[in-house]
């Protein structure tokens, strides 16, 4: 499989960005863009999950990177939205995921809330961001994550697509390591089209 439409029909899913009208950003919250498919077979090409993983997507969207981990990994996966319309369609592409692989739903908790208010599970190890809110949310979740690790200290990697400055400079206050940058298809027209990834 090559294109994202390829994707889409054997997932079962719809997170083509011509299937939502989210309108303009709002506040700390990113509008709805997905990852494209290649730039997730790069990421995961580099960054690879076991079944007895978690990764949590903070602005999940409608599910893309999600159902992606879940299929190639077997892996557990928390989608954080806030968009209470974006979680209604995210809802019903679970729904049409489950129906064509068995015995996954176990390994999905989806959730309609802010991501600064999701309290970090003790099994969470792997933290996907798409720019998905400003900075002053993401400290709030990066101190959510390390509180976590020491009441429960354990290897946590974050994967940030679309980094910006003002980001990377704010993860420069958390005892962090830059493990790898890729580049990412589209990064010869777009610069921004790469990936970091953290260890902590």
């Known amino acids: 499989m090559t294109g994202d439409k390829e994707f ?3 997932l079962g899913i719809g997170t083509l960005e011509e299937v939502i ?8 919250y990113s509008i ?7 730039g997730l077979i790069r990421i995961f090409e580099e960054t ?3 079944p007895y993983d978690t990764l949590v997507d903070f602005g999940c969207g409608l599910g893309r990177v999600l159902f992606y981990c879940n299929h190639k990994y077997m892996c557990g996966v928390t989608g954080i939205e806030y968009n209470s319309d974006i979680y209604k369609r995210l809802c019903k592409n679970a729904e049409d995921y489950y129906k ?6 176990r390994k999905f908790c989806l959730l309609n809330m802010k991501a600064e208010e999701y309290i970090i599970e003790p099994t969470d190890n792997y933290f996907y961001f798409f720019n998905p809110f400003t900075v002053d949310v993401l400290e709030v979740v990066m101190d ?3 509180l976590s690790v020491k009441k429960h200290p354990r290897p ?3 994967i940030l697509y679309y980094c910006t400055y003002e980001i990377m400079s704010t993860l420069r206050k958390y ?10 298809p589209g990064y010869d027209e777009d610069p921004d089209e790469k990936a970091y990834i953290y260890k902590l």
């Open 100 to 105: 064509r692989f068995k015995n996954q739903e």
């Open 175 to 184: 005892p962090l390591k830059l493990e790898k940058v890729l580049k990412l």
């Open 48 to 50: 690879t999950l076991t």
């Open 156 to 158: 946590v990697t974050l």
């Open 8 to 10: 889409e029909e054997f």
């Open 21 to 28: 009208n989210s309108g303009e950003r709002t506040g700390k």
């Open 32 to 38: 709805y863009e997905a990852t494209h498919y290649k």
């Open 144 to 146: 959510n994550i390390m």
